[in-house]
């Protein structure tokens, strides 16, 4: 190899060195085969043409300044080539380590999004300047693909800006921040306005510091705030152990405990030394299943799910231009200010224009907000909310060419609601229910045209919860579900794609969550423990407290139409033995949870949870419990949770409600808090310990313990036997 395929080399009369990041197969620059054979030959001639050199600056020829590691690559990795990592990694690090003391100032003038390796690039220059464009993004967000920066990024950002800065602002949260943000952070040196001045501030600084030296070649140097033995670093130490509870819960992410190692042990080395630690950590998490799983969701289904591997093909996009959200409660308001900030007008119609007011009133929360915090001006919060209009008067929804109905959860209420406004907006208006549960194809029985008609489930709030789940009807067309896909991402929230179904996938699934939990409380088991094992399993919420913000009485009305409806269809119900629990907290004990003052937990006069009320310990006996054992293991009450979940997924996928594993993966994480370790619902059980066979046999176990309810699908059963996981093919 004697020639750089990624990396051009162009040399001006001065003697500046610009090396073009330009990988020709590819459209954006990775650490691949390539960059490192490149970076090799680039570093060689660099070091021999020394002499000719004034100093070098580092830039791309694409839209992002570089990606970062190959994910392709990454997700590969095995315990077995993981040496190969680790010696291409290295080779990597040692190669920008020659060009940071080569003794000549080098500079990264980033013209893009320098994420990961390429900000580990940038952080191996002496100055780093970034174009300060319109969705460019600088940080290390390793993390939240189960990895650390391993390019040498654990090492010098701790050098950069002290162990508490780069581990809190940087390294644990993964946070991408705009150029200016990450100017005042410290990430970079400077920001600049054109393509022409990042170059010209480039140049100048390579005139002014000819002889450049990283901070930390310097002698003398110290990391700033101190190592592990310095007084003023213990001072800080408290927050770590914090810091990382809340990300991870106790959950099973090896990543922050990797990054802290990396950190805090690299910080007591030479800078040599912490290289080869850092990449020794970071080769142990790319060999782990975690990161498989993070990368496969986080990377590879969020990219199938919003670039439309579900949207009907060949049906041209129609951006909507104004929506009318029907109902102004805390959906409605929600929508509706989710619509407005992607610059559609929005007609918020309501019973009384009060109503309709007070619906506005959350978006005018919600700027106010943003501006006091800076995130965004108050032109612009200004514009926002001139395009949200409240009205009680049907006639205001003339010109709406899309319909969001957000009212009461009742099929008689919506089916009113639809007829009432149908001939007011413009006859092709897309017409969307909000419906959380209730099946799509009746509901569009309450309109003339039904193959508009297509459900449009957000969740909870929903300006902050990034999913939406497009529910197709018996008779939806192609044309809506396109038009749907497409508003969902004119919003900028990502849409999953379902088939018709009581519950559809999000409703149903998050149930069987709910179900494992509370039904462990009629076991006797300590309903302290069943709050932790979902903490430790990686839910965002706990069980019990989920349940109580739900309400106790709305998946008992759920679960009573959902009996009637199978046993009209001549089937037989089995009770799950959550239902016995939840009768009894509602109709013995009056608790229906936190709106009612009263639930699994206890409840101050600020409507505060308090602590779990003593009364589940009482009324809840080992003696009342079916299942027959002192306790339940707690590996068995994790997994009791997890399990079913991943179950009736996989029955979805039979039944045809789901058609596609990045989906469920999605909708999962994004849209019911199945935790994010797991990379999804379906991958879940691809990286479970034996795969799926392993997953196949541990379903048997606490089938037998537990009850048939875990017994595994017909589907999960014969995909193990072939030798398959979820997502092939
Ligand atoms: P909500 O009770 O906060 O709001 C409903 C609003 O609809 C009220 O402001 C009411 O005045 C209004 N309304 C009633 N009849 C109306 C009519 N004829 N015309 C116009 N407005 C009318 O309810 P929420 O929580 O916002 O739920 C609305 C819908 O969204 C329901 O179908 C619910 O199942 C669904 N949903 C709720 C979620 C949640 O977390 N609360 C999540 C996803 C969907």
């Not at 003391?101 to 994420?115: H, I």
């Not at 919003?306 to 996009?317: D, F, L, M, Q």
């Not at 149930?511 to 076991?523: D, K, P, R, S, Y």
Request: aromatic share 6%.
């Amino acid at each position: 190899m004697t020639q750089s395929t990624t990396i051009r080399w162009e040399q001006d009369r001065t003697g500046v060195v610009t090396l073009v990041l330009d990988d020709p197969d590819q459209s954006a620059n990775t650490m691949n085969q390539a960059f490192r054979d490149s970076l090799a030959v680039i570093t060689d001639r660099l070091e021999a043409e020394k002499d000719t050199i004034r100093g070098i600056i580092i830039t791309s020829a694409k839209k992002t300044f570089f990606a970062g590691g190959d994910l392709r690559d990454l997700i590969r990795v095995t315990p077995e080539t993981a040496q190969e990592l680790f010696d291409g990694g290295m080779a990597i690090k040692r190669d920008l380590r020659r060009i940071e003391t080569l003794g000549k100032p080098v500079v990264a003038a980033m013209n893009g999004a320098a994420l990961g390796g390429g900000y580990e690039i940038a952080l191996a220059c002496h100055h780093r300047i970034a174009l300060d464009a319109p969705g460019s993004k600088i940080g290390c967000p390793e993390v939240t693909l189960g990895l650390l920066p391993g390019g040498g990024g654990v090492v010098r950002t701790v050098r950069l800006l002290g162990i508490a800065d780069a581990l809190l602002k940087v390294l644990l949260q993964g946070t991408q921040y705009s150029p200016r943000r990450a100017l005042e952070n410290g990430l970079v040196d400077d920001v600049a306005a054109t393509q022409e001045e990042l170059l010209a501030k480039a140049r100048a600084f390579i005139e002014a510091n000819p002889a450049s030296q990283q901070p930390w070649d310097r002698p003398g140097y110290r990391i700033p705030g101190g190592t592990p033995a310095h007084p003023k670093f213990a001072a800080n130490l408290p927050a770590f152990p914090a810091t990382l509870r809340k990300q991870t819960a106790g959950a099973p992410y090896p990543a922050p405990r990797n990054i802290l190692a990396a950190a805090v042990e690299g910080s007591q080395v030479d800078f040599e030394t912490a290289q080869v630690i850092e990449a020794r950590y970071f080769v142990e998490l790319a060999a782990g299943q975690t990161s498989k799983n993070m990368i496969q969701a986080f990377f590879f289904d969020l990219q199938a799910v919003n670039s439309g591997a579900n949207r009907p093909k060949g049906i041209e996009p129609r951006p909507v231009r104004k929506v009318a959200v029907l109902g102004a409660g805390m959906m409605g308001a929600g929508i509706a200010y989710s619509c407005a900030r992607a610059g559609i007008d929005v007609v918020l119609k309501d019973v009384s224009p009060e109503a309709a007011l007070k619906g506005k009133g959350y978006s005018e929360k919600l700027c106010a907000k943003a501006v006091s915090r800076g995130r965004t001006t108050q032109d612009k919060a200004d514009a926002l909310l001139a395009r949200i209009t409240p009205t009680a008067d049907p006639s205001d929804l003339a010109g709406c060419d899309a319909v969001i109905e957000a009212v009461f959860e009742d099929t008689s209420l919506k089916h009113k609601v639809f007829q009432e406004i149908q001939h007011l907006v413009e006859p092709d208006a897309l017409l969307c229910s909000n419906t959380s549960t209730l099946p799509i194809t009746a509901l569009a029985e309450g309109v003339e045209r039904q193959d508009d008609f297509i459900g449009l489930h957000f969740f909870s709030p929903v300006d902050k919860m990034p999913l939406v789940e497009i529910i197709k009807g018996e008779r939806t067309g192609d044309e809506a579900l396109a038009r749907a896909f497409d508003l969902v991402r004119q919003i900028k929230k990502t849409p999953i794609v379902v088939n018709d179904s009581r519950g559809f996938f999000t409703s149903r699934v998050i149930g069987h969550f709910l179900n494992e939990g509370v039904a462990m409380v009629g076991e006797g088991v300590e309903p302290a423990s069943v709050e932790q094992a979902a903490a430790q399993a990686g839910y965002p919420a706990k069980v019990l407290s989920l349940m109580d913000e739900l309400t106790l009485t709305l998946p008992r009305k759920i679960r009573n139409e959902t009996r009637r409806a199978v046993e009209e269809a001549g089937g037989t119900w089995t009770a799950h033995p959550a239902e016995a629990v939840i009768d009894r907290m509602v109709d013995e004990f009056g608790r229906t949870g936190r709106s009612g003052g009263a639930g699994f937990y206890e409840y101050g006069e600020d409507g505060a949870r308090t602590g779990l009320w003593p009364g589940l310990r009482e009324h809840f006996t080992r003696q009342d419990a079916e299942i027959p054992f002192e306790t339940v293991p707690f590996k068995d009450m994790q997994e009791r949770m997890l399990f079913s979940e991943a179950l009736d997924t996989v029955k979805l996928l039979e039944e045809g409600v789901l058609t596609s594993v990045a989906d469920a993966n999605i909708g999962s994480i994004f849209g019911i808090g199945f935790p994010g370790w797991t990379g999804g619902v379906l991958q879940y059980i691809n990286g479970y310990e034996g795969g799926l066979p392993g997953f196949v046999a541990r379903a048997r176990e606490l089938a037998e313990r537990y009850g048939e309810r875990f017994a595994p699908p017909a589907l999960l059963v014969e995909k193990s036997e072939k030798g398959e996981r979820f997502g092939d093919g």
